[in-house]
């Protein structure tokens, strides 16, 4: 439980900021992490707090025809509700959703996930149920959405992962509470958010810091290209292709891929199974990499992409890479130019210490013009470095130019990354987590040597320090915080200025990323 108002809940210091308009108070925030759901009070279905991933509020009766959770208070007017929602299950006809201005247990404005693919806009009434706006929606079990309720004066709108998909006037009810919603369905709700703007916000930064005196570098984009292709810096340079335009072959052992991957010529690899090694692999230029499955990849040894131009790798899971491995990173750029990382799942594990592994994502050498987009990074120490030596300025300034988006960073320990020379890099709309009680815990996001790191959009969990400038005898470097979300974090560190962003891009709400990329990060979750 964060923060409440009108119920017996635990307040903290915590403050939304909205880019438009005065500022919007927060008067509710539950994400459950406590364990509890203490100021929710219970009316149908069997409601428990469970973990998943990290604890949630879930109802699991399938067979409960209406079974709801009511909070907040009964004189709330213009507001807004937010909330993550995973539907399990559905039992024949079914919805899940959250309801604003709720004035009974059966009269509410509700915004909806059908089981029949569709989300609508409700006013309840009782029985009688009328639709204020709907949209097509494949709604999937199993899958995370964000739901948004706006209610102002008599306009109320919905809004799903960010989009509207209906509003509409009504003046039946002018005040009430929120609530979390099934009809015959099982659910899990997460990360709860009220606050008293009535309008959707379009970049919320909840944060625990003042914020930073900096002055933008560049000012995020009004229009940009959707962010389902290559993005970021890998599009500079001359952009990257892969093995687009060469030919296509499956592989199903370790040997066979280090074959398949040899050489310039390009050459899409599909990587079919996980196979065990203990030798690093060599990647030519002009190469895609491509695991089949969600599953698909390497255990014991990591891919090395020295003096390689062209590269792209998605859907690879590589894990428990030992530093005697040779460069013992799962992921080895040195001398690399033009690469796109793309929904890969990079682990070892945190009980081994410091050095028993070495990196997952470092990128060294003068290497420039890498994305870094979607993967799932999580359970190590030292986790993407980005420069390897403070000596190294002559070859390193001017490059190791690398955006960093949509990545989730669970229980990474420091090195996510930490930055030296290169300027800009670009953090922008990743997911931060770090498990409670976790002891060896160093930092963030680092940025030493006269670097310029970019951080914007992103969602910290429970980190202590979540940008830190200077690094053990490495010298400061640059970086600039913006429109950031911190939970249960501390204060972010920043210093000077940095270099402007060259391409268009698109940032999400900073509130809203935690639930699209733990939703869409890692594997699994691209054609193969």
């Known amino acids: 439980m964060l923060a409440a108002a009108g119920a017996l809940l635990t307040t903290v210091a915590m403050t939304a900021v909205m880019t438009t308009g005065a500022a919007a108070a927060t008067l509710f925030s539950d994400d459950f992490n406590d364990g509890n759901a203490d100021g929710w009070s219970k009316s149908g279905g069997d409601w428990s707090v469970v973990t998943d991933g990290t604890p949630t509020y879930q109802q699991g009766k399938a067979d409960s025809e209406l079974a709801r959770v009511f909070a907040g208070d009964t004189g709330w007017t213009s507001y807004g509700v937010q909330a993550r929602v995973k539907p399990l299950s559905f039992n024949g006809t079914g919805l899940v959703g959250i309801a604003a201005r709720s004035t009974s247990a059966t009269k509410m404005y509700r915004l909806a996930l059908t089981s029949a693919n569709r989300a609508e806009l409700q006013v309840v009434n009782g029985s009688s149920i009328t639709v204020l706006g709907s949209a097509a929606l494949t709604v999937s079990t199993g899958t995370w959405y964000t739901l948004r309720i706006d209610a102002s004066g008599s306009t109320i709108r919905g809004y799903v992962n960010g989009t509207q998909i209906g509003s509409g006037s009504d003046s039946a009810y002018s005040a009430g509470r929120i609530v979390l919603v099934t009809v015959y369905a099982t659910a899990r709700f997460d990360d709860v958010v009220v606050d008293s703007s009535g309008t959707t916000p379009t970049t919320a930064a909840p944060t625990t810091a003042a914020p930073t005196t900096a002055a933008p570098t560049t000012a995020p984009p009004t229009t940009a290209p959707p962010q389902t292709g290559v993005s970021g810096w890998a599009t500079q340079g001359g952009g990257t292709t892969g093995g687009s335009g060469g030919g296509t072959v499956t592989v199903t052992s370790a040997s066979a891929l280090t074959s398949a991957v040899s050489g310039d010529s390009a050459q899409t690899v599909r990587v079919s199974g996980n196979f065990s090694c203990s030798t690093e692999i060599r990647v030519g230029s002009n190469k895609t990499i491509l695991g089949v499955g969600s599953g698909s990849g390497l255990t014991g040894c990591g891919l090395n992409l020295r003096d390689a131009h062209n590269i792209i790798i998605r859907n690879m899971q590589i894990s428990k890479v030992q530093a005697s491995t040779g460069n013992g990173d799962a992921l080895h750029l040195d001398n690399t130019t033009n690469v ?80 030296r020379f290169g300027n800009p890099v670009h953090v922008y709309n990743n997911y931060y987590y770090l498990s409670p009680g976790t002891s060896d815990y160093s930092y963030g996001i680092a940025t030493t040597c006269n670097a310029g790191v970019l951080v914007e959009g992103n969602y910290f969990e429970n980190e202590p320090d979540p940008t830190h400038v200077g690094e053990g005898s490495s010298p400061n470097g640059n970086l600039v915080q913006r429109n950031n979300y911190f939970v249960n974090s501390g204060t972010p560190e920043t210093n000077g200025s940095v270099a402007s962003i060259p391409y268009s891009y698109t940032l999400d709400s900073a509130s809203g990323v935690k639930a699209s990329v733990t939703a869409g990060a890692g594997t699994g979750h691209i054609s193969t």
Do not use: M
Not at 351 to 360: E, I, N, P, Q
Not at 373 to 390: E, P
Not at 403 to 411: A, E, G, L, M
């Open 340 to 419: 796109w990382l793309d929904h890969n799942d990079l682990s070892s594990d945190t009980t081994h210490g410091t050095d028993y592994y070495d990196g997952l994502i470092d990128i060294t050498h003068a290497s420039n013009y890498i994305t870094v987009s979607w993967n799932k990074v999580h359970d190590h120490v030292k986790c993407s470095l980005v420069g390897h030596s403070d000596s190294n300025s002559s070859e390193d300034t001017g490059k190791l130019k690398v955006t960093y988006h949509h990545n989730y960073f669970s229980n990474c320990f420091q090195r996510n990354p930490r930055v």
